[in-house]
């Protein structure tokens, strides 16, 4: 079963933490992105990768860390610096992040809510 | 002003309706414009993608894109509850890292 799979669905955390949203994909995509979505406001853009071991900084990048060891997995960290982290979080991948826009798969997303 | 302009709606339509879903924006460099059907807590999936102008279509749905006005439209004929979802706007100059998304609009389709 291929696809885009985010954990946890569900994530709450108290002020000054850091925590870290999971995105792991097995389509042998080579790009993948991180975006926010607020009420009332269009996806944004944390962060993306082209390629493994690189990754640049998006719209919104303050507050905000990733990694990208491995093709599949493109974890992001939420540290204490970002100052409104409320927010749902979705992954998406594509095959590359070249010129043009092949279609990017998301996946299901996390909630996350700062106490 | 934002660069991607979206009515959040709601909206409502009796099913069989013609839905009309629109977006403005305001950077002429745009290229390449999507649709995007969100249900609600899932991530979303495309549905239309088109490169520049004119319309293009898929069974139910119809995109429509006039650069000269800075507008696109996407048109759902014979509605069904099934549609009821929030439907994004995304366009972009080059690729995807440079895409900008709607706020979306939120459709319920009554049965």
């Known amino acids: 079963d291929g696809g885009i799979t985010q954990s946890p669905k569900y994530l709450f955390r108290k002020e000054g933490q850091n925590v870290t949203l999971s995105c792991e994909q097995n389509?042998?995509?080579?790009?993948m992105y991180w975006y926010r979505q607020d009420p009332g406001q269009g996806l944004r853009l944390i962060y993306y990768?082209?390629?493994?071991?690189?990754?640049q900084k998006g719209d919104i990048a303050e507050g905000y860390s990733v990694s990208r060891e491995k093709k599949e997995s493109f974890p992001l960290t939420v540290t204490s610096a970002q100052k409104n982290p409320t927010a749902f979080y979705l992954c998406?991948?594509?095959?590359?992040?070249?010129?043009?826009?092949?279609?990017?798969?998301f996946g299901p997303g996390t909630r996350l809510t700062v106490l | 002003q934002k660069e991607v302009e979206q009515d959040p709606g709601p909206l409502s339509v009796p099913e069989g309706a013609i839905v009309s879903l629109n977006c403005t924006y305001s950077?002429?460099?745009?290229?390449?414009f999507m649709w995007y059907r969100q249900y609600s807590r899932k991530g979303p999936e495309l549905l239309m993608y088109?490169?520049?102008?004119g319309n293009k279509e898929d069974g139910r749905f119809t995109a429509q894109v006039d650069k000269s006005s800075k507008y696109i439209s996407l048109f759902i004929r014979d509605s069904q509850p099934s549609d009821s979802a929030t439907y994004l706007c995304?366009?972009?100059?080059?690729?995807?890292?440079?895409?900008?998304f709607g706020a979306g609009t939120r459709l319920t389709v009554k049965p």
């Open positions: 998406a991948s594509s095959i590359s992040g070249g010129a043009g826009t092949d279609t990017q798969y």
């Open positions: 995304a366009m972009s100059v080059r690729n995807n890292n440079d895409m900008r």
């Open positions: 088109t490169y520049s102008s």
């Open positions: 990768s082209q390629i493994v071991n690189d990754f």
């Open positions: 950077n002429s460099a745009f290229q390449y």
């Open positions: 389509l042998n995509h080579d790009a």
